[in-house]
T-cell receptor, first 115, second 114 residues
Framework: AQSVAQPEDQVNVAEGNPLTVKCTYS??????LFWYVQYPNRGLQFLLK??????LVKGSYGFEAEFNKSQTSFHLKKPSALVSDSALYFC?????????????FGSGTRLQVQP | AAGVIQSPRHLIKEKRETATLKCYPI?????VYWYQQGPGQDPQFLIS???????DKGSIPDRFSAQQFSDYHSELNMSSLELGDSALYFC?????????????FGPGTRLTVL
């Protein structure tokens, strides 16, 4: 069964500093990986995805993520954090070889960017 | 760009009542997914429909049912509501036929069961 782990409940970073939100996954085949962001009382907003190709994926709002197959990781990064980036971030995985399209989410990481 | 529309945005029900949640996918999207997010929890997949047929089933209780209509909108019907059903219910849609695999989420319906 596919699963996702986000080991940090919360990440604190100062505005202007680089940020990393960690995600590791477990699947039996090749993964499709996604990052979503959730602001208070809002829906999940798609940030970026890895399907195939370059391991470094660039997404919305300056975010990027690096797929590392050997470490089964897909960490979210941004070179310079903004206060407005403060939100709840979810990593998700889908295993296309199973034919299932449902996403399995991690437990979420709350990002707090201090001014 | 058009997004996924969900209605109502908020719903308050008593125990043992029924509720119907509606979802209108992004135009031309052919797949609809329903997820449940409990307080402080990650979203859990309930059920999905592709071209009006159920395509996948997750942890959906037997008290819940769903369908997708000819105009591709979907409804989640919930009966004999329990306190534990209080959650944020998300609908997502994707264009599976193009195999883009990105699910776009609606704003959610917050259901409170008293």
């Amino acid at each position: 069964a596919q699963s996702v782990a986000q080991p940090e409940d919360q990440v604190n970073v100062a505005e202007g500093n680089p940020l990393t939100v960690k995600c590791t996954y477990s699947v039996s085949g090749n993964p499709y990986l996604f990052w979503y962001v959730q602001y208070p009382n809002r829906g999940l907003q798609f940030l970026l995805k890895y399907i195939t190709g370059d391991n470094l994926v660039k997404g919305s709002y300056g975010f990027e993520a690096e797929f590392n197959k050997s470490q089964t990781s897909f960490h979210l990064k941004k070179p310079s954090a903004l206060v407005s980036d403060s939100a709840l971030y979810f990593c998700a995985v889908r295993e296309p070889d199973t034919g299932r399209r449902a996403l399995t989410f991690g437990s979420g990481t709350r990002l707090q960017v201090q001014p | 760009a058009a997004g996924v529309i969900q209605s109502p945005r908020h719903l308050i029900k008593e125990k043992r009542e029924t509720a119907t949640l509606k979802c209108y996918p992004i135009p031309r999207h052919d797949t609809v997914y329903w997820y449940q997010q409990g307080p402080g929890q990650d979203p859990q997949f309930l059920i999905s429909f592709y071209e009006k047929m159920q395509s996948d089933k997750g942890s959906i209780p037997d008290r819940f049912s769903a369908q997708q209509f000819s105009d591709y909108h979907s409804e989640l019907n919930m009966s004999s509501l329990e306190l534990g059903d209080s959650a944020l219910y998300f609908c997502a849609s994707s264009y599976t036929s193009r195999n883009t695999d990105t699910q776009y989420f609606g704003p959610g319906t917050r259901l409170t069961v008293l």
